[in-house]
């Protein structure tokens, strides 16, 4: 079982950048491919980005490619979701979890357990 826990959250103007990071316990963090989602209010959850276990894979959601990186260190075990050119449409809660069911570039996913999640909010 990994246990993460996401940061980097924060309140930004349009046109700005965050940087999340997803911090992950346990010794198999490296085995997983992983995942970037986001809640915003009144909606349900939505796929952001994945890379595979390496980081030679990604793959993201046509709303955020080209200003959202995803990337991970999996000897700090940590992956991170740097954001730029934010946009008011970006304001969510992200979530980062495991893929159980391997690299895959979109959903459907297999998931692990939800982590709490890092709050974005982008002010027009």
């Known amino acids: 079982q990994v246990h993460l826990v996401e940061s980097g959250g924060g309140l930004v103007q349009a046109g700005g950048s965050l940087r999340l990071s ?7 963090f490296s ?3 992983m995942t970037w989602y986001r809640q ?3 909606k349900g959850r939505e ?3 994945t890379i595979s276990t390496s980081g030679d894979r990604t793959s993201y959601a046509d709303s955020v490619k080209g200003r959202f990186t995803i990337s991970r260190d999996n000897a700090k075990n940590t ?4 954001m730029n ?12 979890n495991t893929l159980k069911s391997g690299y895959s570039d979109r959903p459907p996913h297999i998931l692990g357990s939800w982590g709490q999640g890092t ?3 982008v002010s027009s």
């Open 22 to 28: 997803c911090a992950a316990s346990g010794r198999t």
């Open 31 to 33: 085995t997983y491919a």
């Open 85 to 96: 050119s934010l946009k008011p449409e970006d304001t969510a809660v992200y979530y980062c």
């Open 79 to 82: 992956v991170y979701l740097q």
């Open 47 to 49: 796929f952001v980005a």
């Open 40 to 42: 915003a209010p009144g």
């Open 119 to 121: 709050q974005v909010t």
